[in-house]
């Protein structure tokens, strides 16, 4: 099975290259470091007696680079004489990781993890040669598995998920995701289902650790940002929709313009989980005769007040400071069957936070932020945002959830501890 998966790769890559090359007509990063893609490389990192190790971290784009980033911090600490080697397969991943890292000089490298196959796989095992191989979440590659068994390099699969829907759609490949599952060292799952399931693909070794998203400590510097946004929303009430996906946007246009701008003044702050679709969805306000203003146009410091219906958050890296800026939180990804964002970064911050009916990549987080009454789950846009016009006109309602989210997030922190104490083992 492997072996044809790999001919499936190499027949397809003239495909990937062209498609590749296309999406960097809107976002060059895309046509950078393209050998990085193909497994080649400059100069191998030059030797340094006091970084005797490297660890590799693959965290595929932006969400997952956040969510190592309580990871990657606790690993330079425990060993200080290791380099960390991250790994992206998308720019906005790659210019996340290096916001985050840079301060860390040559201890953190980036790279394009290669295409999934042994030629390329083998290249960049032996360029870097790391002494473990750290995946985060959901990326399970086989012929890159297969490459560090070959190479004697451990495997650790940490906040770990996979869900019913994607445990179904990996049995339909059989052989294949059971192989690289055992080639799995360690996965440290984030709850007892995740565990259950990934263990039923038959990783060996499969311990439950909880959520390392939870540890993610909301940067001052986007507070400050969120500050001086909300100073300039004036008294405006403000219903932040994050990481909203395709199809989303237009349902929830639709349903704030029909809701008359109640309560009055109702700011409507839309953030895009992708980049490439910024100047798509500008278009999408002003054909519904919305008033319309972009973060990346709003001049800097607190001067001026945003007095526009719609905000377009078309900036990478301040979701912290968006949430910091707004009264309640729509997550995208769940009002259509996507599967959902992640709703801890609101909780962190103690906003409301509302939830679609499609949740089933953040399943138990939601359900339990649901239960403890720092969520709540709407049906439809025209539901949210009702929901939305009546928290918005309730501070005692907001005030309660408020407390209710940094309590849930509060209760659940200390995975990245447990992780690291798993790892200690493979990072000697």
């Not at 030629?119 to 959901?138: D, K, N, Q, Y």
């Not at 599952?181 to 289902?193: D, N, P, S």
């Not at 990346?296 to 526009?308: F, H, I, K, W, Y």
Request: proline letters at 6%; a positive charge.
């Amino acid at each position: 099975m492997r072996l044809f998966y790999s001919l499936m790769w190499w027949l397809a890559l003239p495909l990937v290259l062209g498609r590749l090359w296309w999406r960097g007509r809107r976002e060059p990063g895309y046509r950078s470091h393209l050998g990085e893609r193909l497994g080649f490389y400059g100069p191998a990192p030059g030797p340094d007696r006091q970084l005797r190790r490297t660890i590799m971290v693959h965290a595929v784009s932006v969400g997952e680079t956040r969510a190592a980033e309580p990871l990657v911090e606790a690993l330079l600490r425990a060993w200080p004489d290791c380099r960390i080697l991250l790994t992206h397969m998308t720019p906005t991943g790659r210019a996340t990781g290096k916001a985050l890292f840079s301060k860390h000089g040559e201890r953190v490298i980036q790279s394009f993890l290669p295409y999934d196959t042994g030629f390329m796989v083998g290249r960049f095992l032996r360029h870097f040669a790391p002494s473990v191989c750290i995946l985060m979440e959901t990326e399970v590659w086989p012929n890159l598995i297969a490459g560090c068994a070959a190479h004697s390099v451990p495997v650790a699969l940490v906040n770990a998920r996979l869900s019913e829907r994607s445990l179904r759609r990996g049995k339909r490949f059989g052989g294949l995701m059971m192989e690289a599952a055992r080639g799995i060292t360690l996965a440290a799952a984030q709850t007892e289902a995740d565990a259950a399931r990934i263990a039923s693909l038959g990783a060996p070794r499969v311990a439950v650790t909880g959520s390392i998203k939870f540890d993610v400590v909301p940067p001052e510097a986007a507070l400050q940002t969120g500050a001086m946004l909300r100073a300039r929303f004036a008294r405006r009430p403000v219903l932040l929709c994050a990481s909203t996906r395709e199809g989303e946007e237009a349902l929830i246009l639709d349903a704030y313009r029909a809701l008359a701008h109640q309560p009055p003044g109702m700011l409507l702050l839309l953030v895009p989980r992708h980049p490439q679709r910024f100047d798509e969805v500008a278009q999408m306000v002003r054909e519904r005769g919305l008033s319309l203003a972009r973060r990346s146009a709003l001049p800097e410091g607190s001067n001026g007040e945003v007095d526009s219906d719609v905000l377009l958050g078309d900036s990478m890296g301040e979701m912290f400071a968006y949430y910091a800026a707004c009264d309640c939180a729509f997550i995208g990804g769940s009002l259509l069957p996507l599967g959902g964002q992640n709703l801890i970064e609101a909780c962190a911050v103690g906003k409301p936070v509302l939830v679609g009916k499609h949740t089933f990549n953040f399943l138990q987080a939601t359900e339990e932020a649901v239960a403890a009454g720092a969520a709540l789950r709407v049906p439809d846009a025209g539901a949210l945002m009702s929901e939305a016009a009546r928290l918005l006109g309730d501070e005692a309602a907001r005030a309660r959830m408020s407390e209710q989210a940094l309590a849930f997030a509060g209760r659940h922190r200390g995975a990245t501890v447990r992780t690291v104490e798993l790892l200690r083992q493979f990072i000697r």
